[in-house]
């Protein structure tokens, strides 16, 4: 995106609503902005169409922001905004406004709509464990590995994107569970005394181009089957069944699919385990997998047990994208090795001059450690990225700390609502109640702007889209464009 034609427009379009004495929303005119210009290819002022408003309200916005349906109405209206200084401008005729005006007659209900839909949620969004009130004040979830849209299909040379270390289950253990894939009763693998490479080459053939609808009875879903299990294999976490429908929704086009089916049919391939409204890959598929991309000669590292590892590795392998229950394992069977002392030391070492979420995991761990931790905690007051945190470790446990000042609080509240911004797209209603009861209060939204935060702009923009309060989102909003105007500067 051209940021500078987006700054220019805004600028113009507030000078224009001053001399015209016209209520500007200039925030959500800049979010239209920058959306049409990141995926519609608008680059000016003159490349709006009638047309961009249907793609942008419609399909991209929907998607890509989570707001609640009657927000609808503010966003429109901030469309029309932009639609009426488009005719004043110049940038297009005043026919052409007219167009643009009577679509958006059309979109406002339709968009309503369109946000409630629940088929719009999680397509490019994260996946991270739930937090509640307590961990905005205390703890950060870990991380549980990110959600591509799969929507988007990744590069066709799948060499591009380097693959995440896999997590294998033993081989005596996938050995064992070879006789349950019920594909194998009707087809058994050739008995030539490596059955885990017999069944890397069945894998191997599901996924390969070719099959004819042989595997998901429907040729044209047999086709994307490479890039979904590659997107799930990149995951390593259990998925919404509603993100795969949606997924092979977009292969099959207009054709209709049964999504029950097409999941049937992998979990028999041995390739999905279905629990519920999720699934994943089996431990045989992750398997049978790497093995394929090893005889692609791509590089598909395995993942070591992050409990032998130093607290640097500890971090990164958490960073990686690890289930929730693996990472609980890893974290317990790493504490367990060290006195809590030893612990906080080596994390906070690790952490400091770290970015938000690798701090954020570090923090995290070491809030479960025991108050005898005090003293290496202590050793990083003078670290100004730390010292917030580890005066809340202190004051949480009743041991002397000194105070926070203003600047620390607001650089605090900015650091903990970072690492919560994948939790909030992925469930913004929980994340709305958590705000509601435990938040930052409306002056302190106001201020942090101010802070020399990496991460400001965007909680900011994240308040501004899921605060429940109105006034107090819509304050949010403007403290992150006076965040951007000044990084910008």
């Known amino acids: 995106m051209s940021i500078e034609w987006v700054n220019q427009v805004i600028d113009d379009l507030r000078a224009w609503g001053r001399a015209r004495e016209v209520e500007v ?12 210009s990141d995926y519609l290819n608008v680059s000016e002022l003159g490349d709006f169409t009638p047309e961009t408003f249907d793609e942008l309200l419609l399909s991209i916005y929907p998607r890509k922001v989570i707001a609640p349906p009657e927000s609808a109405q503010e966003t429109v209206a901030a469309a029309r905004t932009l639609v009426d200084y488009l005719s004043a401008a110049g940038a297009v005729p005043e026919p052409t406004a007219m167009r643009m005006r009577a679509r958006l007659d059309d979109i406002a209900p339709r968009m309503t709509e369109a946000l409630a839909d629940p088929a719009n949620f999680g397509m490019a969004k994260s996946l991270f464990s739930s937090i509640g009130p307590e961990s905005l004040e205390q703890s950060i979830a870990i991380p549980s590995g990110e959600l591509p849209d799969l929507g988007e299909a990744p590069c066709d040379c799948p060499g591009c994107t380097p693959l995440p270390a896999a997590r294998l289950a033993p081989p005596e253990d996938l050995t064992a569970a070879l006789p349950s894939v019920p594909m194998l009763a009707e087809q058994p693998l050739p008995d030539d005394g490596d059955p885990l490479a017999a069944w890397a080459q069945a894998v191997a053939r599901v996924v390969e181009h070719g099959t004819e609808g042989s595997v998901t009875g429907w040729p044209e879903l047999d086709e994307g089957l490479y890039d979904l299990f590659d997107m799930l294999y990149r995951l390593q976490v259990r998925v919404p069944v509603t993100v795969i429908g949606d997924y092979l929704g977009e292969i099959a086009g207009d054709g209709e699919i049964d999504l029950t089916a097409v999941l049937d049919r992998l979990a028999w391939h041995g390739m999905l385990q279905v629990s519920g409204d999720s699934a994943q890959l089996t431990p045989l598929a992750v398997w049978g997998l790497r093995e394929h991309y090893l005889s692609l000669g791509l590089d598909a590292p395995q993942a070591a047990d992050l409990a032998e590892t130093d607290a640097l590795g500890l971090i990164e392998g958490l960073l990686d994208g690890v289930p929730t229950e693996i990472a609980e394992d890893d974290i317990s069977r790493w504490l367990t090795g060290r006195t809590p002392g030893e612990a906080a030391a080596t994390l906070l070492a690790a952490a400091s001059g770290a970015p938000s979420v690798a701090r954020g995991i570090a923090v995290s761990i070491v809030d479960r450690l025991s108050a005898e931790a005090a003293p ?7 670290d100004p990225e730390l010292r917030p945190h580890a005066i809340h470790w202190l004051s949480a446990r009743g041991l002397p700390a000194p105070p926070l000042t203003q600047e620390e609080l607001l650089w605090v509240s900015i650091d903990m609502l970072a ?8 469930d913004p209603e929980i994340f709305a109640e958590n705000m509601a009861a435990s938040g930052p209060p409306a002056h302190m939204i106001e201020e942090m702007w101010r802070v020399d935060h990496p991460d400001v702009v965007e909680v900011l923009e994240l308040l501004g889209r899921f605060i429940p309060d109105d006034t107090v989102a819509k304050a949010a909003r403007k403290a992150a464009f006076k965040a951007r105007s000044r990084a910008i500067r």
């Open 419 to 426: 690492l919560a911004m994948p939790a909030a797209e992925e």
């Open 25 to 36: 929303d200039a925030d959500e005119v800049r979010l239209l902005c920058d959306y049409s």
């Open 376 to 382: 290496q905690v202590r050793d990083h007051l003078d």
